[in-house]
């Protein structure tokens, strides 16, 4: 009985975080209910009548606005796992390492670097170089 009960101690101890961040991100939240309206919209649209397997199955392959629910429902959803799991987006990142990346390249390409950096050198101290 302690076997199992430390075992269930120890489940709710690695769920915790989780169900800390749903309660109270409230992003998180929204694209969960927004990927639960899909849903429930695209489930009436494929089941109006006919719900044989080889009907739904047809429609989700032919239909593009079923399809396009579908992806749409999937994103929300993998929008909310990387909420929960606490991944953060790089964009931000990956975008100051490609511009920092272009500006070293113009900085010490041998064909334009030194004019480059003479311009800036005169642009932050406010000298005119020697001509």
Known sequence: MTKTKNKLSD??????????RAMSDE???SDVMHAFKTAKQLYKEL???DTA???????????EDVRE????????????NDRLQGKK???GRNTTILIAGIALAILFNP???AETRRFIRELVTGEQGGD
Do not use: F, Q, W
């Open 27 to 29: 992003r998180l939240r």
């Open 89 to 91: 987006e790089h964009s």
């Open 111 to 113: 064909l334009t670097g």
């Open 11 to 20: 489940t709710a101890d690695n769920i915790r975080p989780y169900v800390e």
């Open 47 to 49: 089941t109006h009548g």
């Open 69 to 80: 629910k579908l992806r749409e429902a999937i994103e929300d959803l993998r929008k909310a």
């Open 53 to 63: 397997p080889v009907t739904l199955a047809a429609r989700v392959a032919t239909d």
